[in-house]
């Protein structure tokens, strides 16, 4: 399954048809990337007009009733993106369940409060995770076309609560929210049809709000990530090279020492994962749901065990891992590959291994304890002898 395992010991690559479609149906690449102009009821202000979303992994928080999901099955959480130009805005409203933005491309400014009370700019491999019930707004600052991907916790969210102005900038180009919350025209309404009233303000006085410093420390720089090697039983098999960099959660994490950046529960985790070239996160499973975003880097995703399948992944993609599925990803070609990797549960995630990667990293004296931590041999093997 490795680098190292010579080729004729590799498995029979026939497979069946079946799990070479299901594993090309959980691939979502730029050119399956489904833009809804529509989503959402500030679409008509002058700076949110063309403003695109996207439901990858559940349907989110979306107001079009005719929007497109790519994967509808559950996984624990939502992962959708959205994509401004230069100058474009997405208006302050809130979530009841975690949002984690992950840049993709261009310089943002992402703003906390109903009146932007704190700003943080962002750019790309950046991860910040904005705090529940707080209003949220963000704006393409850069001068080319920006793309965040956005986890969301919970298959079903809760919908938007917008902020009371933009609700009402938003009647007055003629588009409402109805009983059921998707967007519809003043015009279109039926007689005696209700529609979405703005918050009171003495309600949306009420709503939470953090310090700078809170918010802050729920950024986390693409060049300030700390690398944590020998955090994946995979990385104990020489020449294979693999390396965690915690952000959300703990997650695929079995370093002793696992740390989070952000510690706030989440319902789900976040880790960025550093391939060398040549190696491989090792065939595993998991028995929840993940979502791999492979960011800047191609990679190759087989699933599988005894007969593997294997689709080559470009960059900026997502692909759904169910749970249960064996599955493996590799780098592709002589580059190195840094991804992204999402997890249902905040806390460590029980990694099976394929019976290989057992086999080597016990050979070079390492194993998995009663902890789900890499320990070596010597100290969780017992020894017996003879008074």
């Known amino acids: 399954m490795f680098a190292d395992i010579p080729e004729s010991t590799k498995p029979d690559m026939t497979v069946p048809e079946s799990l070479q479609l299901e594993l090309e149906r959980r691939i979502i690449d730029p050119t399956q990337f489904s833009a809804d ?79 932007n009370e704190q700003v943080l700019s962002i750019g790309p491999g950046d991860i910040f995770s904005v705090p529940t019930w707080v209003f949220r707004s963000f704006e393409n600052v850069g001068s080319d076309e920006g793309f965040l991907f956005t986890f969301l916790g919970g298959d079903d969210p809760g919908g938007i609560i917008w902020s009371p102005d933009v609700l009402r900038e938003a009647r007055a180009t003629g588009l409402v929210l109805n009983e059921t919350e998707k967007v519809v025209r003043l015009a279109d309404l039926s007689n005696g049809e209700r529609t979405l009233l703005p918050l009171s303000e003495e309600v949306a006085a ?63 985790s976040v880790n960025w994962i550093r391939l060398a070239a040549g190696s491989s996160l090792g065939l595993h499973r998991l028995a929840v749901p993940a979502v791999l975003l492979t960011m800047f880097s191609e990679v190759e995703v087989e699933f599988g065990e005894d007969e593997l399948v294997r689709k080559r992944v470009v960059p900026g993609s997502v692909v759904s891992l169910p749970a249960g599925t064996w599955r493996n990803i590799r780098t592709s070609g002589v580059d190195p590959a840094e991804i992204i990797v999402a997890v249902l549960g905040d806390g460590r995630v029980p990694i099976a291994w394929a019976p290989d990667v057992q086999r080597l990293a016990r050979q070079n004296g390492f194993t998995v304890d009663a902890g789900g931590c890499i320990a070596e041999t010597a100290l969780v093997d017992r020894q017996f002898g003879r008074p």
């Open 37 to 115: 102009r529509s989503a959402f009821v500030d679409i008509d202000l002058p700076r949110s007009s063309g403003k695109t979303s996207f439901s990858f992994i559940g349907a989110g928080v979306t107001q079009n009733e005719e929007a497109t999901t790519n994967i509808v099955e559950p996984h624990g959480f939502c992962v959708g993106a959205a994509g401004l130009q230069p100058g474009m805005v997405n208006n302050a409203h809130l979530h009841y369940t975690a949002e984690v933005f992950v840049c993709l491309s261009g310089q943002w400014k992402m703003m906390v409060g109903r009146y």
């Open 206 to 268: 009420r709503v939470e709000s953090y310090s700078d410093d809170e918010i802050a420390s729920r950024l986390i720089r693409f060049d300030s990530r700390r690398w944590q090697d020998g955090a994946l039983l995979s990385s104990m098999i020489g020449p294979n090279t693999v390396e965690v960099a915690p952000v959300i959660g703990t997650g695929l994490n079995q370093h002793r020492r696992a740390f989070s950046e952000i510690l706030y529960p989440h319902g789900f």
